[in-house]
Structures are given as C-alpha cells and as structure tokens.
C-alpha cells in the first residue's frame, strides 16, 4: 500500500530526496517511455514538492499535499508521487479528481503493485458515485474541467470522473489553440466527448480611424507655391489615427493584466509549466499589447516628422500671404521626453 512515515526533519528531507531520486532512476524505462528523462533541476524539484506533499499529508491538508504530489510527478513522473496524489485526493473528499488520477496511474503502470492494490477501488466507487467520460483529442492535447486543471501530460485520450451537473471541459493544444465543450454529468453512468483541434480564425486586423474628408474646394483655387508640401488636412488625420491607435493599446494593456491575472495563472497552472492554458493566454494577449506599443509609437513618430517637414502651413498662395495677419495660424510640435509627443499650437 502506498504510506507516508518519517523522522527528524533535516534527516528526513534528505532520505526522501534520495529515495525519490531512486525511485526516478529505477523506472527509467518507465519515463523515457512517457518523454524525456528528468533534467537534475527537475528531479530536485520533484524531491522537494514530495517533501513537502508528505508534511502537509502528515498534518492531514490532504488538499495541499495532493497539489505538492501532482507537481512531484508533473516534474519527474513517479508511480509513488501518482499514488500519494489519488490518496490525498480521496481523503480531501474530492473523489471525482482522485478517480481520474487512479484511471492515469492504471494506464501509466499498469503492472506497479502499489497502483494496483490502491486504484482499483477508488475507481470502483467513483463510477457508482459520479460520471466516467471519455475525451479524444486528434492530437495530444492538455484538460481543464472548468477552472481546475486536470493533472497529467497532454495526452490523446483520458478517463475523467465528473459530479453531477453540468460542466466545461477544455481542450488546449501545444499551438496555443482550444476548444470547449459542454457536458451533462449524470451519476453512474458513462460518456464520450471528442476535440477536434480545428485551426482558430484569425483575428481582425484593427484598422486605424479614416481620414476625415476633405474641405469643400474653394471657388477660385489658387496657384500653389513653389515647393509647397502636403495640406493640414493630413497632419491632423495623422493625429486621430495615433489617438485610436493609443486608445487600443490602452485597452489591451489593462486587458493583459486582469485576464487571466497573475494569481488565477499561480494558482491553477502547476510551477514552471508554459503548456498551461491560462498561461498561453496571457503571453498571447502581452504579444499583443506590444505591438500594439511599437504601432502606436510609430504613428506619434511619423505624424510629428510629416508635420515639421512635410506639410505645407503657409495655404499654398499669394492671397494666404496677403491675409495671414488676420487668419487663425496653426503650427505642429513634436516634443521627445519619456517618450514621443505630437501636437499642435496656434494663435485666432
């Protein structure tokens, strides 16, 4: 049966660490089967999360030290790391995600003696008390049932046991796509519901503001000055294409920071790993948010250098010269601080 004992503290950690260790190393076999071998930096963190699993089930927070045991075997996979998680599973009273690491640690070692005196039986009374789907994916692919990650490697097909109701299962994909379906749990009995993994549509290019439209021609259109660049009119359409823009990357900024949030991402998605959903999604929506920076910035820029070199202020005639003085004179600035400013001043 699989147990938790132990000693003084110091001498402990160190034994459970060593014995940990061993207990990678003689399932090798085992583990190059599921991927690759465990770097040493995942074996240490595999040792100290087993570590503390063990403290917290020793102090009966069964929950915590089934959450330490999951990240135990997520880091360096382990029949007694996998056994240790569905027994403080079962304690915690959260049988349908214990009968679900009981179905992985049957099919992952169907042949370890422990699994097999422990899983059979959570199994057995988690099909009476709950609901047993099936889910295929055409491609591996990772779980979450609702907001609560489902423990173990992307796979293309898993036993999960849901309670009665209804639920959202979540299919994610190593391209960062997924896809969600919804399920009517209904107790003792069974289901199947597939992931196709089909292509996401690509997002809508954000298009900038149109330009507004031009003035009414005047009656008598005067000749234009040698030299002369292009009207206002641009400048100033410059100048709402940069403000929208600006408004957008707003958006997404604070948009990048609340969903999914760094806590939700600590909390439901295990320490180090980049495949989890919720951690997709928010490097995703940072890509995002910085282009969003560079396109905004670039528009500042380009609308300040137009206006100091490229628009012709004086109205392109000899009759602007003639009435300047009782006009309304409008002229750009572009200023480079903490960041690049455009604008415009004039006197009526």
């Not at 099909?127 to 992307?154: N, Q």
Request: hydrophobic share 40%.
């Amino acid at each position: 049966m699989v147990s938790v004992s132990g000693s003084a503290t110091g001498f402990r950690r160190a034994v459970i660490g060593a014995s940990f260790a061993l207990l990678i190393t003689s399932n090798v076999a085992l583990v190059h089967a599921q991927g690759a071998e465990p770097t040493p930096a995942e074996l240490r963190a595999a040792a100290e999360a087993f570590d503390r699993g063990r403290e917290a089930y020793k102090e009966e927070k069964f929950a915590e030290a089934a959450g330490q045991f999951e990240r135990a075997d997520a880091s360096a996979p382990s029949a007694t790391a996998l056994g240790l998680a569905v027994k403080s599973r079962d304690k915690a009273g959260d049988l349908d995600r214990a009968g679900t690491l009981a179905a992985l640690a049957l099919e992952r070692y169907p042949d370890d003696p422990e699994i097999q005196n422990l899983a059979p039986d959570v199994l057995s009374r988690a099909r009476a008390a709950l609901f047993e789907v099936t889910v295929s994916c055409s491609e591996p692919c990772e779980l979450a049932d609702g907001t609560k990650i489902v423990h173990g490697a992307a796979a293309k097909q898993r036993v999960l046991f849901l309670t009665e109701g209804s639920h959202s299962i979540r299919a994610g994909f190593a391209d960062g796509r997924s896809e969600s379906k919804s399920v009517d749990a209904v107790v003792g009995t069974t289901g199947a519901v597939s992931f196709e993994g089909a292509a996401p549509e690509a997002d809508e290019p954000v298009e900038a503001a149109p330009p507004p439209p031009p003035p009414p021609e005047p009656e008598k259109e005067p000749e234009p000055k040698k030299g002369g660049g292009l009207p206002p009119v641009v400048f100033y359409a410059g100048l709402g294409a940069t403000a929208v823009a600006g408004g957008i990357t707003i958006w997404s900024g604070i948009d990048t920071v609340n969903n999914p949030g760094e806590e939700r991402v600590k909390n439901e998605c295990a320490a180090g790993d980049e495949s989890c959903p919720l951690y997709q999604e928010g490097r995703s929506k940072q890509t995002r948010t910085n282009i969003l920076i560079g396109v905004t910035a670039g528009l500042a820029v380009a609308t300040g250098v137009l206006a100091i070199v490229g628009i012709d202020w004086g109205g392109g005639s000899a009759d602007a010269d003639e009435t300047a003085h009782r006009a309304p004179r409008v002229e750009p600035w572009l200023s480079f601080g903490d960041g690049a400013t455009v604008g415009a001043r004039g006197t009526f």
